[in-house]
């Protein structure tokens, strides 16, 4: 539980699927993920600090590598605040938790912040690249929510729970979105839900929640496309202003252009 002011705006950063390596040469379809990664980090200090926290959701290495996830997380924690992790579909859960060697650095289901409450579920499945969420995480949503009911509630997880319009990318969708969705409904609380995964923006609205997903710090999808393809749009992240009223603004910040090359005729990775 994070200490705030009642009242007072609070500032967050998601920033997601960073893909990093074992090693700091290590590219994903041509991009050097970390050097990415820095280049975006150095945006956010510049441009959205101070802040309260970063929400970093999920595919934070792409090889599962502890020597990744200590990369990951030094570049994460160089932004001063905390930040608060969760997995996605790349990653090794126990391997994340076990490599977490910074105290800003967190892993845990929900924190509580100000007038806000937010809840971060793992939606991977063991050995499959979609999402599901297990009956124990909708159980932990579930608690938490009937913990809090008038605490506004910002949910985060990994995989899209909605589709994104994309045939290729919609097979790795959350599997069940129905009983995710029927729990939702039943906690007027919750404002808005967040993921990653997706590797690109989208803001809709399903019914009074807001359905938020964001830009990759490194490669991106191309929206609407059948198979799988990438987009030329530089890497970025998302910044939420989370007012004390429910009020959420928030937008997406890229870079200025791709911080490298990618190969754009790739059919996949």
């Known amino acids: 539980m994070t200490a705030s002011v009642p009242g007072k705006p609070i500032t967050v950063l998601q920033i997601t699927d960073t893909h990093l390596y074992a090693s700091g040469d290590g590219c994903l379809l041509g991009l050097n993920t970390e050097q990415s990664l820095q280049a975006v980090t150095a945006e956010a200090r510049q441009t959205h600090l101070p802040a309260e926290l970063v929400l970093a959701t999920g595919d934070l290495v792409h090889d599962g590598s502890a020597g990744a996830y200590q990369r990951t997380f030094n570049h994460l924690g160089s ?95 959350v599997d069940n979105p129905d009983d995710f969705f029927a729990l939702i409904d039943r906690h007027p609380q919750v404002r808005a839900i967040l993921w990653g995964h997706v590797h690109q923006e989208f803001d809709r609205m399903r019914n009074t929640v807001r359905l938020l997903s964001t830009p990759s710090t490194c490669i991106q999808f191309k929206p609407g496309s059948s198979e799988f393809a990438l987009d030329d749009t530089a890497p970025g992240y998302r910044w939420l202003t989370l007012h004390a009223d429910g009020r959420i603004d928030t937008g997406i910040q890229r870079l200025a252009e791709i911080p490298g090359s990618i190969d754009l005729e790739s059919a996949g990775y």
């Open 79 to 173: 932004l001063g605040i905390p930040v608060y992790c969760l997995p996605g579909n790349h990653d090794e859960a126990g391997a994340l938790r076990d490599n977490i060697g910074n105290d800003l650095i967190r892993y845990t289901d929900h924190v509580l912040h100000g007038n806000w409450h937010i809840i971060l579920l793992d939606s991977t499945q063991p050995g499959s690249e979609g999402g599901h969420l297990a009956p124990a995480a909708l159980e932990t949503l579930e608690t938490r929510l009937q913990a809090s009911p008038d605490t506004h509630t910002l949910v985060c997880l990994h995989h899209q729970p909605v589709p994104m319009g994309s045939r290729w990318l919609d097979t790795m969708a």
